[in-house]
């Protein structure tokens, strides 16, 4: 299995596509970084103005913890469209380029070799959010030193600046579970056509719709919004609470890794029960 996965991370880091989320990364995180180094006076006028009158504020406020915490927020929704672009094209681009039939002569069964694909895609997903990780944490700390966090969401939160780096890992950690959800969606409809825009471009609809679904304000929906994978997707933003609700932090993260499983098997069977032709 291990000489299965590392074959189709070569096969996927080959392929020009793989490489779009982490230059995109690679460029905007930069942009903001750059973009607050030398704005940082206004924003921490902007930021503290309303607290002035109360409270009288010492310290460095604008450091890497509050830069990364911000690159993370701005970021997060767009990462899922760099997902995708690998995710939809794992089976389907094996079907375009008729390398099916090469790929079952191989003395492994198909449980194993669709097993492979998918860990291969989470391992993807995973190193995706760690560069993610490294430029939006490490970089700012780098930049901007350390200090207290100050998060401001129904209310203002300040975090010593030694109750920081533990929230910032399990909320990376948790981004790793919401994206490998998307990934698995997209490896699904993946399985189902020959052609990697139409996953890409359904992947893309079916989270649209989820969220717009999510956002309307009817009774019943309300009753299916706790099931939405969308709705837990976000959830690593609790990590930041004080104190944080455990409960609801390990009930999306069920939820979340029922997708997974539950998605990953209605693709192996799929992938099973399929009459390749090609």
């Not at 942009?31 to 006028?45: A, C, K, M």
């Not at 103005?49 to 990364?68: I, K």
């Not at 919401?178 to 990934?183: G, I, K, L």
Request: net charge neutral; hydrophobic share 55%.
């Amino acid at each position: 299995m291990i000489t299965l996965i590392w074959l189709e991370l070569q096969k996927m880091f080959k392929k020009w596509r793989t490489y779009i989320g982490f230059m995109a990364i690679g460029v905007l995180t930069p942009i903001v970084q750059i973009t607050l180094y030398f704005t940082r006076d206004n924003y921490v006028e902007s930021f503290t103005r309303s607290l002035q009158n109360s409270f009288t504020l010492v310290g460095n406020l604008f450091n890497g913890y509050l830069v990364a915490n911000l690159i993370l927020y701005s970021m997060f929704i767009h990462i899922p469209f760099l997902i995708v672009l690998v995710g939809g094209d794992i089976l389907a681009g094996e079907a375009t380029a008729g390398t099916y039939r090469m790929i079952l002569t191989r003395p492994y069964t198909r449980f194993q070799i669709i097993t492979s694909k998918f860990l291969a895609g989470i391992i993807y997903v995973t190193s995706l959010i760690a560069w993610l990780a490294f430029l939006s944490l490490g970089v700012s700390v780098l930049i901007f030193g350390t200090g207290e966090l100050v998060t401001i969401r129904e209310r203002l939160i300040i975090f010593a600046a030694d109750d920081v780096l533990w929230r910032f890992a399990w909320a990376y950690t948790f981004s790793i579970l919401s994206m490998s959800t998307v990934f698995a969606l997209s490896f699904f409809f993946s399985s189902m056509v020959q052609n990697a825009i139409g996953p890409i471009v359904t992947t893309m609809a079916v989270i649209i719709v989820f969220l717009i679904l999510s956002a309307l304000p009817i009774d019943f929906l309300e009753t299916l919004r706790p099931y939405f994978f969308t709705t837990h997707m976000p959830k690593w933003s609790g990590f930041f609470d004080d104190p944080i609700d455990t409960t609801d932090m390990l009930k999306s993260a069920g939820v979340l890794i029922a997708h997974i499983i539950g998605l990953y098997a209605i693709t192996t069977y799929i992938f099973i029960k399929k009459d390749i032709l090609s």
